[in-house]
């Protein structure tokens, strides 16, 4: 079983800076894909930054392209958002995503969410 913890969520001014963790634990033989989604009130889940393994890149929504940042360090096997000139359009719970081979095969898993608030 794979488990994902994200961290790092807070209230936040508009225009300031804040960085998401999400830690990945368990028997985890690779990874396909590593990301982030968002759901704010009253909408559907949508997908910030997905980074695919095989092909070494990342696509990011177009709403973010130039504020947020995907990145992983693999040896502590942990993907951060770093987010910038933050807009309260960007008030949302904010979700990590993997998919992963383990030992019980392929495996789609979600963090459990961390607030993000851009209010003055």
């Known amino acids: 079983q794979v488990q994902l913890v994200e961290s790092g969520g807070s209230l936040v001014q508009p225009g300031g800076s804040l960085r998401l963790s999400c830690a990945a634990s368990?028997?985890?033989?690779?990874?396909?894909?590593m990301g982030w989604y968002r759901q704010a009130p009253g909408k559907q889940r949508e997908l910030v930054a997905l980074?695919?393994?095989?092909?070494?890149?990342?696509n990011y929504a177009d709403s973010i392209k130039g504020r947020f940042t995907l990145s992983i360090d693999n040896a502590k096997n942990t993907m951060y958002l770093q987010m910038s000139s933050l807009n309260p359009e960007d008030t949302a719970v904010y979700y990590c995503?993997?998919?992963?081979?383990?030992?019980?095969?392929?495996?789609?898993?979600w963090g459990q969410g961390t607030q993000v608030t851009v209010s003055s």
């Open positions: 995503y993997g998919r992963f081979r383990t030992s019980a095969g392929m495996l789609s898993t």
């Open positions: 368990g028997s985890i033989f690779a990874t396909y894909l």
């Open positions: 980074f695919t393994n095989n092909l070494g890149s990342t």
